[in-house]
């Protein structure tokens, strides 16, 4: 399968499972308030796929656009006043404030809800994760200027003990939220320990496709991997070239090879262009040329030759770690980890309006798509726990005050409360077209903001 097929196939069954969780969330609790659900839709536009079911004939279609999804009910939108007698009490306009509420509020909470589960799932099964070792530090960084060495440990950012890679990350991104500065517990392979004050002001509004943490200097720490061969793809460039399990590259171009990331450097960047491999077997020094075969990934060409690196042999344990927890500490952590990223989300959203957070953070479909990608690269469980992200974060989303989505209902029906009738029928048309046009305005700037990670510059 090409990296695009995999990339888009990963994409549409990220989106089809939360799109799936968040309509089924508005079904479950609209049949559960009495109310007829007419048409189960994944997708907006043209039904491509359309089917009657169950005993109120509920249509369930795929639509044509597929970035999103609706659940429409009898009594809703244009159907209002063509109700028929009979039905009257199944129509969802006519049920009270507080069940109308319940039902437009079960979408997003449904994607709470399973960000929850696939969270608890994840740290109940147990997760390999890199440690927090650090590698040398970017020149005139924050980190280097912090003093960070190669090789030290992480143990605790800003009196939060740190245990992963991912555990750095998240608290340093949180920290950079409120804070221009985070103090660093470090040890060293000799096991001396150490302080450090690293500046984060520099990394709160990262460029289009910077990552926040590399703009701070930080790097995972990579052991030097010698550059010798293990398996071969059969068929692929390498194959055709006659190279061998156990042949150590060294030099590219007449440029020496110290490390594996030399050769995957050189032949990433040079796809369908001959390279001139010098290589050592039994002793014995060769020369080859390699033509790199050109293939896509994350919305750009690289090249490959179809080999694999042999087992260094490194300790894992000082590199990895597997996170495990039991099932009541797993579910407690689930809990706290849906809370902390919804509230990171949301006040990102808050900086982001009032400039104190560059709009660059925001990114749209083709991004998430390729995340997408690259988590199910990895395996299952980041793709698993990048969908947890993705969840809570189209949960946070909905719940925004702004007409069209659920939240800007649910804003409706507390006007509705506080006045004792819903709201005149010209202010929700109103309101739904300053909704659509700011939807439209974040989806625009979502899109140029993936054009311009993929196209640089």
């Not at 590698?135 to 992480?154: F, M, Q, Y």
């Not at 959203?349 to 400039?355: A, V, Y």
Request: hydrophobic fraction near 50%.
């Amino acid at each position: 399968m090409s990296d695009f097929l995999f990339y888009a196939l990963a994409f549409a069954v990220l989106l089809g499972v939360l799109i799936v969780v968040h309509e089924l969330g508005h079904f479950v609790v609209a049949r559960w308030a009495g109310v007829k659900v007419l048409r189960f839709s994944v997708g907006f536009g043209r039904p491509l796929v359309l089917w009657r079911a169950g005993k109120d004939a509920t249509e369930w279609a795929i639509g044509i656009f597929p970035l999103g999804g609706y659940v429409r009910m009898l009594g809703e939108g244009d159907d209002g006043g063509d109700v028929a007698p009979h039905e009257a009490h199944r129509s969802f306009d006519r049920q009270s404030v507080w069940k109308r509420m319940a039902i437009v509020a079960a979408g997003p909470l449904a994607n709470l809800a399973m960000a929850t589960v696939l969270y608890w799932g994840l740290f109940m099964h147990g997760t390999e994760e890199l440690r927090p070792v650090l590698g040398p530090p970017v020149a005139a960084s924050p980190a280097d200027l912090a003093g960070i060495r190669n090789g030290e440990r992480v143990l605790r950012a800003g009196g939060e003990a740190v245990e992963t890679w991912a555990d750095l990350r998240w608290i340093l991104l949180r920290r950079m939220m409120e804070q221009d500065s985070v103090e660093l517990d470090l040890v060293d392979e000799r096991g001396e320990t150490s302080v450090c004050r690293l500046a984060l002001a520099e990394a709160r509004n990262p460029g289009p496709g910077e990552d926040p943490i590399e703009r701070l200097g930080l790097r995972i720490f990579q052991p030097a991997i010698p550059a010798v061969l293990g398996s071969i793809a059969p068929g692929s460039a390498a194959a055709a070239a006659g190279l061998l399990p156990g042949d150590e590259v060294v030099s590219i171009d007449g440029q020496a090879v110290v490390s594996w990331t030399d050769v995957v450097r050189a032949v990433r960047a040079a796809p369908g262009r001959p390279l001139l491999f010098g290589y050592e077997r039994g002793g014995a020094a060769f020369t080859v040329e390699i033509t790199p075969a050109p293939v896509e990934s994350g919305g750009r060409e690289i090249g490959r030759i179809g080999a694999m690196v042999a087992d260094p042999g490194f300790d894992r344990d000082g590199l990895l770690v597997t996170v495990r927890h039991g099932f009541l500490p797993a579910l407690g952590k689930a809990i706290a980890e849906t809370w902390d990223k919804s509230l990171f989300t949301l006040r990102s959203m808050g900086k982001m309006i009032t400039g104190a957070l560059s709009w660059h953070n925001i990114s749209g479909p083709v991004t998430i798509a390729d995340y997408a990608g690259q988590s199910a690269r990895l395996g299952l469980d980041h793709y698993l726990r990048f969908m947890a992200l993705v969840s809570l974060s189209l949960a946070v989303l909905n719940l925004l005050p702004v007409p069209v989505l659920d939240g800007g209902h649910l804003l409706y029906y507390v006007v509705e409360i506080a006045r004792g009738r819903p709201l005149p029928d010209r202010c929700l048309m109103i309101g739904q077209k300053i909704g659509l046009a700011l939807i439209l305005m974040l989806m625009v700037f979502a899109l140029y903001n993936d054009f311009t990670r993929l196209i640089p510059g």
